[in-house]
């Protein structure tokens, strides 16, 4: 059995910002192997796994999406050695100053996250949060060395490694959306053991954080009958709205509005429900956010719902979960995959 802390530390331990994800997706790779019949990488680099069903062929199929892109920076702009960032992806800048990070240039670099003395800055910005247009990145080289080296456009990851806090919970970067990714790889762990009649394709999509396009173009080639994305979603943290965050450790969330597909999740609120598996329905009442929203839309619309991992702090070098929402979620997921039966789709109709 695949040890979730070790695995998703290690997925923490390789960059993968949103269309750089070639590092990370060779330790999936590995991961999932020998968990699937056939693996394959989409033209835009997302892994498609293939564990087959039982049922007779033709065979529906069922999707199952967790991005492992992350946000991160890119080099913008060099002056005097200095290197000027822009965003991939959402980033809170107020927690960059001071943070450790790695330039993907012509060869990794470490760097420090910079913010000028408040006195030099434009007065407008001064006694503030410093905007990440003012901000810098230090990787102590001569202006000549960082000229060899770095490029406008190259790439920058958060370097921080993960902790282990109490509570059982982890503390890192990037564990948006590397924990679903976890969750991901245990459903399959678990189906192996299982009998289940569908195909499953489990897909690592990537680009979620800036266009979909992963979970967009995998869901077109492979047309599945149903998909589930798992993603992460806001946990509480000192402040939150309680109707708008959700705790850690008291199981994944369900999410309901306009882009899920209302027989689903009854279905797999239903399912939860029976097997004591605590959950939150989180209403979301526009876009989920995630990869859901791009495969909804596919084709003729593949029905689809979302099932998050509470997170703190997203968004952040800091993030943090914890495993047992992990794992609840991974088995959810795998309990619904193996009570789908050949007629399911038959029953399945839109009644809000």
């Given at each position: 059995?695949?040890?979730?802390?070790?695995?998703?530390?290690?997925?923490?331990?390789?960059?993968?910002?949103?269309?750089?994800?070639?590092?990370?997706?060779?330790?999936?790779?590995?991961?999932?192997?020998?968990?699937?019949?056939k693996?394959?990488?989409?033209?835009?680099?997302?892994?498609?796994?293939?564990?087959?069903?039982t049922?007779?062929?033709?065979?529906?199929?069922?999707?199952v999406?967790?991005?492992?892109?992350?946000?991160?920076l890119?080099?913008?702009?060099?002056?005097?050695?200095?290197?000027?960032?822009?965003?991939?992806?959402?980033?809170?800048?107020?927690?960059?100053?001071?943070?450790?990070?790695?330039?993907?240039?012509?060869?990794?670099?470490?760097?420090?996250?910079?913010?000028?003395?408040?006195?030099?800055?434009?007065?407008?910005?001064?006694?503030?949060?410093?905007?990440?247009?003012?901000?810098?990145?230090?990787?102590?080289?001569?202006?000549?060395?960082?000229?060899?080296?770095?490029?406008?456009?190259?790439?920058?990851?958060?370097?921080?490694?993960?902790?282990?806090?109490?509570?059982?919970?982890?503390?890192?970067?990037?564990?948006?959306?590397?924990?679903?990714?976890?969750?991901?790889?245990?459903?399959?762990?678990?189906?192996?053991?299982?009998?289940?009649?569908?195909?499953?394709?489990?897909?690592?999509?990537?680009?979620?954080?800036?266009?979909?396009?992963?979970?967009?173009?995998s869901?077109?080639?492979?047309?599945?009958?149903?998909?589930?994305?798992?993603?992460?979603?806001?946990?509480?943290?000192?402040?939150?709205?309680?109707?708008?965050?959700?705790?850690?450790?008291?199981?994944?969330?369900?999410?309901?509005?306009?882009?899920?597909?209302?027989f689903?999740?009854?279905?797999?609120?239903?399912?939860?429900?029976?097997?004591?598996?605590?959950?939150?329905?989180?209403?979301?009442?526009?876009f989920?956010?995630?990869?859901?929203?791009?495969?909804?839309?596919?084709?003729?619309?593949?029905?689809?719902?979302?099932?998050?991992?509470?997170?703190?702090?997203?968004?952040?070098?800091?993030?943090?979960?914890?495993?047992?929402?992990?794992?609840?979620?991974?088995?959810?997921?795998?309990?619904?995959?193996?009570?789908?039966?050949?007629?399911?789709?038959?029953?399945?109709?839109?009644?809000?």
């Open positions: 059995m695949l040890e979730i802390l070790p695995f998703l530390k290690e997925l923490l331990s390789a960059p993968g910002i949103s269309g750089y994800e070639s590092a990370v997706r060779p330790l999936i790779e590995k991961a999932w192997q020998p968990l699937t019949d693996l394959e990488v989409s033209r835009l680099g997302s892994l498609h796994g293939l564990q087959k069903g049922a007779p062929e033709p065979r529906p199929s069922i999707l999406a967790a991005h492992m892109d992350s946000v991160g890119m080099v913008n702009g060099i002056i005097d050695g200095f290197l000027r960032v822009t965003s991939i992806g959402g980033i809170d800048a107020r927690v960059l100053p001071g943070q450790i990070v790695t330039v993907h240039g012509r060869r990794d670099l470490p760097g420090l996250i910079i913010a000028p003395p408040t006195r030099l800055l434009p007065a407008s910005v001064q006694g503030g949060v410093v905007p990440l247009e003012y901000l810098l990145v230090d990787v102590g080289l001569l202006p000549d060395e960082v000229s060899n080296w770095v490029r406008v456009g190259d790439p920058i990851s958060f370097a921080q490694p993960p902790v282990e806090a109490s509570g059982e919970t982890l503390v890192g970067h990037t564990l948006d959306n590397r924990a679903s990714v976890a969750a991901l790889t245990h459903c399959l762990e678990v189906l192996r053991t299982r009998q289940h009649l569908w195909d499953v394709w489990a897909v690592a999509t990537v680009q979620e954080e800036v266009t979909l396009g992963g979970a967009l173009t869901a077109f080639q492979l047309h599945p009958s149903l998909a589930v994305a798992i993603d992460v979603t806001f946990g509480s943290e000192p402040y939150s709205p309680a109707h708008l965050a959700y705790p850690l450790g008291k199981g994944p969330t369900l999410i309901w509005g306009p882009v899920i597909h209302p689903l999740f009854n279905n797999v609120k239903e399912l939860a429900e029976r097997l004591e598996i605590p959950f939150t329905v989180e209403p979301v009442p526009r989920s956010g995630t990869d859901s929203d791009a495969m909804q839309a596919v084709a003729e619309g593949i029905p689809n719902m979302v099932i998050g991992v509470p997170l703190r702090y997203m968004h952040t070098p800091t993030e943090m979960v914890a495993v047992k929402d992990i794992t609840r979620a991974g088995r959810l997921v795998t309990e619904f995959i193996v009570q789908l039966d050949e007629k399911f789709m038959d029953r399945l109709t839109w009644e809000d």
